[in-house]
């Protein structure tokens, strides 16, 4: 059972990995682009 537990918090940390990353690369692209629309839909598309 304990196995368990610990697979579990694994996933959810790298769920959460993911997560940040995804959420950090947006704001990257979306403070690069000239856009404004484009820097909008950038971070609206973001989970």
């Known amino acids: 059972m304990k196995m368990k537990v610990l697979a579990s918090r694994a996933s959810r940390r790298q769920q ?12 990257v692209l979306a403070r690069a682009v000239d856009s404004e629309a484009l820097s909008s839909e950038i971070l609206r598309s973001t989970p």
């Open 16 to 27: 959460a990995m993911g997560l940040l990353a995804a959420l950090v690369g947006a704001v």
